[in-house]
DNA sequence: AATCTGATATGCT
DNA sequence: GCATATCAGATTT
């Protein structure tokens, strides 16, 4: 199967909370010279911009880094933590600094692939968080900016979720009243998701 | 639960 | 230049 174009920009311009639900279940495809990797997103958290003391664009601050999610829906906003990549996807409108985070996928096609570059053969350790994820499928900062309508990484139409759940996010201490947001959806009981919090299903 | 790792950007001196 | 902060992960206690 070859992936030449993903999901249509009207799909990325849902309001943010409500597109970080629609893209449980989506399979976010990375192509490369090695191969291609792929895995249903299991695990999204949403980052709503200037109100949000969790963003990086908390206070519409605009850095080099923060720079593509005051940009169209559906671009691809990467960061490296630490010696770690992350991936987000850009929403909202124009200059609203919005984005979601895919926090986790569950394995789907290049499982080989994955299992190399993460140096286990552990599936539910190759691609249960954020970090993992972007070293399994490939992701990197030469992905930054570009879109997720267009390969080589791509998000094309999955399943739909049995059931999702939401909850407070992850990793975010120290920015007050923002953390206990319920803007972290998952998969109800998919093994594949980063930490298994108590959440509320739908 | 604590600690190490150490990319990138920002803010201060 | 140096100190600090960040949407982690792996390893060790």
């Not at 206070?59 to 671009?75: C, H, I, S």
């Not at 290049?110 to 053969?121: C, E, N, V």
Request: glycine share 10%; hydrophobic share 35%.
């Amino acid at each position: 199967m070859n992936y030449t174009q993903g999901l249509p920009a009207d799909f990325f311009q849902q309001p943010t909370l409500q597109l970080a639900q629609s893209l449980l279940g989506c399979l976010l495809v990375k192509e490369t010279a090695e191969g291609t990797a792929s895995g249903f997103i299991v695990e999204t958290e949403a980052y709503m911009g200037p109100e949000d003391r969790a963003a990086h664009s908390y206070n519409n601050r605009r850095t080099k880094r923060t720079e593509v999610m005051f940009g169209e829906a559906g671009l691809i906003y990467t960061y490296k933590m630490h010696t770690h990549t992350l991936v987000n996807v850009v929403s909202g409108p124009l200059e609203k600094p919005e984005a979601i985070l895919i926090r986790a996928v569950e394995p789907y096609m290049g499982i080989d692939l994955m299992q190399k570059r993460r140096g286990t053969d552990n599936l539910k350790n190759l691609t249960s968080g954020p970090g993992k994820l972007t070293k399994a499928l490939g992701i990197t900062m030469e992905d930054y900016g570009h879109s997720f309508s267009a390969p080589p990484l791509v998000i094309v139409q999955g399943k739909i979720p049995d059931e999702v759940s939401s909850g407070a996010r992850i990793g975010i201490d120290n920015t007050g009243e923002a953390k206990e947001y319920p803007w972290r959806f998952w998969v109800t009981n998919n093994p594949f998701v980063s930490r298994h919090r108590k959440g509320t299903s739908k």
